[in-house]
Every structure is written in structure tokens, then in C-alpha cells.
Nanobody, 127 residues
Framework: QVQLVESGGGLVQAGGSLRLSCAAS????????TGWFRQAPGKEREFVAS????????SYADSVKGRFTISSDNAKNTVYLQMNSLRPEDTAVYYC????????????????????WGLGTQVTVSS
């Protein structure tokens, strides 16, 4: 059973930074394509970022490009989301997701393609 546990959320002022972590209870995170999604109150869950199994390819939502960076640490089986220049509209619960059965270069933006999900971590950005 794959478990994903997010951490690192919190309250931060606009313009500040946070780093989210997603620890995966798997043999090797490189067996999975992983992604971050977020859900604000009253809104649908939306794509934020994804990283390929190889770690060599990433993709981002337009709203976070240039501000957020996704990365992975194979030795720790952990995926990170570095969030800089945070805005109040970034306030949401952030979820980590993973999928096996993907090519090593593939990133995935579609929520329904992911097999495993964490429980989320709250990020609140004050103005």
C-alpha cells in the first residue's frame, strides 16, 4: 500500500516562502511520476506541478510558473514543492499525488490519472 504524507504547510505573509515535502512509503520514488495539486475553499482541486520519474522533466500550472519549483530526492523517497513569492490566492490545501505505470520522461497534469493521494497540508497566505 502506497502512502504519501505531506508536511511543511503553514501561515505565511504575502511575498514569503514555504517548502512542502511529500514522503512516500515506496521502494523507490523513481518508480512513480508525482505531482502537487491544490484545492481552495469552494473550488475544484487543480494542478500545480509535476515531475517525471527520472526527475529530468517538470511541468507547472501557468499561475505558479517562475515562483514554484518541484524536485525529488530519490535517496529520501521524497518530493518537494518550493514556493516563493507567495500570494493570497495561493491559499489552499496542497496534495501530493503519485502514479506508477508511466514512462520515465512523462509528467501528468490530469488529476484522474493519479493512483495515490496524500491527505494534504494547509497553506495560508495572508495579505
Amino acid at each position: 500500500q502506497v502512502q504519501l504524507v505531506e508536511s511543511g504547510g503553514g501561515l505565511v505573509q504575502a511575498g514569503g516562502s514555504l517548502r512542502l515535502s511529500c514522503a512516500a512509503s515506496v521502494r523507490a520514488i523513481s518508480d512513480y511520476v508525482t505531482g502537487w495539486f491544490r484545492q481552495a475553499p469552494g473550488k475544484e482541486r487543480e494542478f500545480v506541478a509535476s515531475i517525471s520519474r527520472s526527475g529530468g522533466r517538470t511541468s507547472y500550472a501557468d499561475s505558479v510558473k517562475g515562483r514554484f519549483t518541484i524536485s525529488s530526492d530519490n535517496a529520501k523517497n521524497t518530493v518537494y514543492l518550493q514556493m516563493n513569492s507567495l500570494r493570497p490566492e495561493d491559499t489552499a490545501v496542497y496534495y501530493c499525488a503519485a502514479r506508477t505505470r508511466a514512462n520515465t520522461w512523462m509528467t501528468i497534469k490530469t488529476l484522474s490519472y493519479y493512483d495515490y493521494w496524500g491527505l494534504g497540508t494547509q497553506v495560508t497566505v495572508s495579505s
